[in-house]
């Protein structure tokens, strides 16, 4: 299996900047997923996926309404990836999550909350205030 933790979260002001972290592990020794993808999910809404990156070459990919604002990245020798969260506002409240997706393409696809084959972790909550 994959181990998942998100982590970078917490409670900033509007306008200002956030890092997130996620580590994925498991597996196999040097294998963890073909895709690594942030979501999600503000209070009463569905989740949604917001950036997402191949393992492999590192594409990357992201929902329009974030385009400019968030930058998903990764870093191999850790085995981790970082969602980097700028001119941030009250719409980007919500509870965040990584997963690793192990479906065989990693494209804009990988956006859908409804595709399956993935290993979630528990989430990190981002809060903004205005």
């Known amino acids: 299996q994959v181990q998942v933790v998100e982590s970078g979260g917490g409670s900033v002001q509007a306008g200002g900047s956030l890092r997130l972290s996620c580590a994925a592990s498991?597996?196999?020794?040097?294998?963890?997923?073909?895709?690594m993808v942030w979501f999600r999910q503000a209070p009463g809404k569905e989740r949604e996926g917001v950036a997402a990156?191949?393992?492999?070459?590192?594409?990357?990919f992201y929902r329009d309404s974030v385009r400019g604002r968030l930058t998903i990245s990764k870093d191999n020798a850790d085995n981790a990836v970082y969602l980097q969260m700028n001119s941030l506002t009250a719409e980007a409240t919500a509870m965040y999550y990584c997963?690793?997706?192990?479906?065989?393409?990693?494209?804009?696809?990988?956006?859908?909350?409804?595709?399956?084959?993935?290993?979630w972790g528990q989430g990190t909550q981002v809060t903004v205030s205005s």
């Open positions: 498991g597996y196999t020794s040097t294998h963890f997923g073909n895709c």
């Open positions: 990156i191949s393992t492999g070459p590192g594409r990357t």
């Open positions: 997963a690793a997706d192990i479906n065989p393409d990693c494209s804009g696809g990988a956006l859908l909350s409804s595709l399956g084959g993935r290993y």
